[in-house]
């Protein structure tokens, strides 16, 4: 037990400053180009923030264990609105103030949710088949395209300080990411055979909470800065990822043993819970993007608390 525990704070220690560094020097080379706030957020930070959910869900699945990759995906996108969005509301709504969106990002709302129904559908048919990581796979592919071909800006910041050597500090944050993922899947597996816990609940709680501190720890500091647009951007461009592209790798594998233990009608309160959350979060955002308001102390504590109320149907 002292080792499984050792080796979860070890991994998300390592999570979380190895994701803030792989961010900071993503975002440095992108603007050099001239990509937009939310493009970068939705794309370059999101897939920062999302390596840890790709690469525990790969680890993971080595051991066939599907069951906790969809526990991981579920409960990493209603942590991610829940526990992210809502600790980020909290800080703005305690220091009064307000927040506001560019009328722009309503398409990318839509496209959240309707990613969001693929990934329910995808779950409740077979998310453990071949065909079902090429559709979800394909889906990923198009919306980026659609992100590139609106999210770049005619102006570039060409007079950016860049740190040096950026990319062996790119590999060096993505070889500590990929470790710290190890880390936190064995000390999961260690758990789960100690105390004979599901592996949907292992990964919804320890997997999911574990590898969403690198979203809570980028969003309050972008909120902190006022930097809503792109706290927006990460957190509708993590949830695509871990959809999209966490949940099509089981199905890569082709292994019949990666649905043992898999079970849609025990996780469909929760598939419910977390579109119910994507659309408030949604309908929220597309209203300030229609005028500029305070944050509202209140959806904060709604956001939190809905994650704690999702435990009770995942244990």
């Given at each position: 037990?002292?080792?499984?525990?050792?080796a979860?704070?070890?991994?998300?220690?390592?999570?979380?400053?190895?994701?803030?560094?792989?961010?900071?020097?993503?975002v440095?080379?992108?603007?050099?180009?001239?990509?937009?706030?939310f493009?970068?957020?939705?794309?370059?930070?999101?897939?920062?923030?999302?390596?840890?959910?790709?690469?525990?869900?790969?680890?993971?699945?080595?051991?066939?264990?599907?069951s906790?990759?969809?526990?991981?995906?579920?409960?990493?996108?209603?942590?991610?609105?829940?526990?992210?969005?809502?600790?980020?509301?909290l800080?703005?709504?305690?220091?009064?103030?307000?927040?506001?969106?560019?009328?722009?990002?309503?398409?990318?709302?839509?496209?959240?949710?309707?990613?969001?129904?693929?990934?329910?559908?995808i779950?409740?048919i077979?998310?453990f088949?071949?065909a079902?990581?090429?559709?979800?796979?394909?889906?990923?592919?198009?919306?980026?395209?659609?992100?590139?071909?609106?999210?770049?800006?005619?102006?570039?910041e060409n007079d950016?300080?860049?740190?040096?050597?950026?990319?062996?500090?790119?590999?060096?944050?993505?070889v500590?990411?990929?470790?710290?993922?190890?880390?936190?899947?064995?000390?999961?597996?260690?758990?789960?055979?100690?105390f004979?816990?599901?592996?949907?609940?292992?990964?919804?709680?320890?997997?999911?909470?574990?590898?969403?501190?690198?979203?809570?720890?980028?969003?309050?500091?972008?909120?902190?800065?006022?930097?809503?647009?792109?706290?927006?951007?990460?957190?509708?461009?993590?949830?695509?990822?871990?959809?999209l592209?966490?949940?099509?790798?089981?199905?890569l594998?082709?292994?019949?043993?990666?649905?043992?233990?898999?079970?849609?009608?025990e996780?469909?309160?929760?598939?419910?819970?977390l579109?119910?959350?994507?659309?408030?979060?949604?309908?929220?955002?597309?209203?300030?993007?229609k005028?500029?308001?305070?944050?509202?102390?209140?959806?904060?504590?709604?956001?939190?608390?809905?994650?704690?109320v999702?435990?009770?149907f995942a244990?």
């Amino acid at each position: 037990m002292i080792i499984a525990l050792l080796a979860i704070t070890s991994g998300i220690a390592l999570i979380w400053v190895s994701a803030e560094k792989l961010e900071n020097y993503s975002v440095h080379a992108a603007r050099e180009f001239g990509f937009s706030p939310f493009f970068i957020g939705s794309t370059v930070i999101a897939f920062g923030t999302s390596a840890p959910e790709m690469l525990t869900t790969f680890f993971v699945s080595l051991e066939n264990k599907g069951s906790m990759v969809i526990g991981n995906v579920i409960g990493s996108n209603v942590a991610n609105l829940s526990l992210v969005f809502g600790s980020m509301l909290l800080v703005v709504s305690l220091k009064k103030l307000r927040i506001k969106q560019e009328v722009a990002i309503q398409k990318n709302l839509l496209i959240l949710l309707v990613s969001g129904l693929l990934i329910w559908l995808i779950i409740a048919i077979d998310p453990f088949n071949i065909a079902s990581s090429f559709i979800l796979l394909a889906s990923l592919i198009l919306v980026i395209f659609f992100w590139y071909k609106n999210g770049v800006s005619d102006e570039k910041e060409n007079d950016i300080d860049l740190p040096k050597y950026v990319s062996l500090k790119l590999t060096l944050s993505l070889v500590f990411l990929v470790f710290a993922a190890w880390l936190i899947t064995f000390g999961a597996n260690q758990i789960l055979d100690e105390f004979s816990l599901g592996e949907l609940f292992i990964g919804y709680t320890v997997l999911a909470i574990g590898t969403s501190l690198p979203e809570i720890a980028a969003s309050v500091s972008l909120a902190l800065k006022g930097r809503y647009e792109t706290v927006t951007g990460t957190l509708i461009g993590s949830n695509i990822f871990n959809g999209l592209c966490v949940l099509a790798i089981p199905g890569l594998f082709m292994n019949p043993k990666m649905s043992l233990g898999w079970s849609y009608s025990e996780w469909s309160p929760l598939l419910f819970i977390l579109f119910i959350i994507t659309f408030i979060f949604a309908y929220y955002i597309f209203s300030v993007s229609k005028k500029e308001r305070y944050a509202s102390i209140l959806l904060s504590l709604l956001f939190l608390s809905s994650y704690f109320v999702s435990l009770y149907f995942a244990y």
